[in-house]
């Protein structure tokens, strides 16, 4: 929810960053945060459920749901685990071409999408260590299949011999 948005609680009009700086966060030791819920109307949405969060760096976060009985800890995690498919989405756009589908037909975009998601896959097996990114696999895989095999070119000399130890 964004921090402008106006709601009331406790019969008050306020907005949900002024809200968030007025609530009392609790330490939540299963989530290594403070957190707190409280029930807000919006008069856009409706009655909410306002899960008030600040991250390591100190900054508000906001989360949002229309369940009135939901579990504090359990929005959270759910926010929290999202994190986790928004990167893949990213990732699959970047270096695999999710995005680059033209198809008019969807049959072909349902194959353009498996292939997309093939690719990804075979480009997390090729990875040397779980450290390596998704990108410099595909670098180096670039790389490879333009080389065909042969070995890179020396590096280049540019660097006057007497410079080199300070360059």
Known sequence: MHPRTIVLWRGRRRSVAELARRVPLKWRKRLAMRATAVVVYAPKYGTLRLVVTRNRHGNYEYIVTNDSGADLTRVVERKMSRWQVETLFRDTK??????????????????????????????????????????????????????????????????????????
């Open 94 to 167: 970047q270096y695999a071409g999710l995005e680059a589908c033209q198809c008019r037909v969807d049959q072909a975009m349902v194959r353009h999408v498996g292939l997309v998601l093939l690719t990804f896959v075979v480009l997390q097996m090729m990875r040397r260590s779980m450290q390596e990114s998704v990108g410099s696999v595909k670098e180096r895989w670039q790389l490879e299949v333009l080389r065909d095999g042969e070995s890179p070119p020396p590096l280049l000399k540019a660097c006057p011999p007497h410079l080199r130890a300070t360059a």
